[in-house]
């Protein structure tokens, strides 16, 4: 098995390609061992690694995050080697990436606008799906709709794009430019 890594624009993350589909449907995002403990034992895996703080998976990636905080952060050289066997082992053992408990502990579809703006939002929706998600993936993140109020867009960082330092340019100069310009009634997006 011959795993693919790719840098993200967050310097805190790395994309790792395991040439296999990691999540055939939807997403799902862990911040905390405790949280991937009884849901998805290949997270646990990475989690009990020293250094990780996140752990993302898309169609057919997995997005790593390290801890940055620190002056004495660990480096990616010394971590992709135990990232890479966690990756492989678990992979080869032909475990499920998701246990049974963890296919409903995806984050919750809790959206939020009036109903008045249901063709807005539907508009909305489509410009993501198909012009900044793909863009977002290939960076190792995704973008989700949260809601819609008061010409105010509420959408949700995942994977590389949270905590990413190029986030506030990717939200403000491109996804509102997108949304504005095709939907006069959007002033302003915001991360929730």
């Not at 959206?111 to 290939?138: H, N, S, W, Y």
Request: hydrophobic fraction near 40%.
């Amino acid at each position: 098995m011959f795993i693919q890594t790719e840098a993200t624009p967050n310097p805190a993350t790395l994309k790792f390609l395991p040439g296999k589909v990691v999540m055939a449907d939807g997403t799902a995002e862990f911040r905390d061992a405790d949280e991937a403990a009884t849901v998805s034992p290949l997270a646990a895996k990475l989690f009990a690694i020293p250094g990780i703080t996140g752990v993302f998976y898309g169609y057919d990636f997995i997005t790593v995050s390290k801890n940055s905080d620190e002056e004495d952060a660990p480096d990616w050289q010394h971590l992709k080697p135990a990232i890479l066997g966690a990756i492989m082992e678990h992979f080869m053992s032909g475990a499920p990436v998701l246990s049974e408990s963890g296919s409903d502990n995806r984050l919750p579809d809790e959206e939020f606008f009036d109903d008045a703006d249901g063709t807005i939002v539907a508009t909305i929706k489509e410009l993501l799906d198909t012009r900044v998600r793909p863009a977002v993936a290939q960076d190792g993140g995704d973008i989700t709709f949260r809601g819609f109020k008061d010409g105010k867009v509420y959408l949700y960082m995942k994977g590389a794009c949270a905590g990413c330092p190029s986030s506030t340019a990717t939200l403000k100069h491109g996804i509102q430019n997108l949304l504005r310009h095709f939907i006069p009634e959007v002033r302003e997006v915001e991360a929730v």
